[in-house]
């Protein structure tokens, strides 16, 4: 994932979290899932992505998804954080 899907599919997580998961009001049912899986069907714009990222959530606990596990996650494996950390080590090195 880039650093605005991640974005994105943290927000809607974090929604889920609040609106359902979280909520002592809230009933679940098979239909408590259905926007969250709705907005990360089209989190990007390659459907063969969206298919991949939909997938990986088959297994996945969803209360072990926690924004300090999957930042950790993502620095790991972003191409983006890793070019990031690339670049600014550069900067650093050339003030040192």
Do not use: C, W
């Not at 943290?10 to 889920?16: A, R």
Request: no cysteine.
């Amino acid at each position: 994932m880039d650093g605005r899907t991640y974005t994105l599919f943290m927000k809607y997580l974090n929604e889920l979290k609040r609106d359902v998961l979280d909520d002592p009001h809230h009933k679940l049912n098979p239909d408590s899932f259905l926007i969250f899986l709705d907005k990360v069907q089209s989190i990007t714009s390659s459907q063969a992505l969206n298919d991949l990222v939909i997938g990986k959530l088959e297994h996945i606990d969803l209360s072990y998804l926690t924004p300090k596990r999957l930042l950790e996650s993502y620095s790991q494996h972003s191409i983006d954080f890793q070019f990031e950390e690339t670049l600014r080590m550069g900067e650093i090195k050339q003030f040192a």
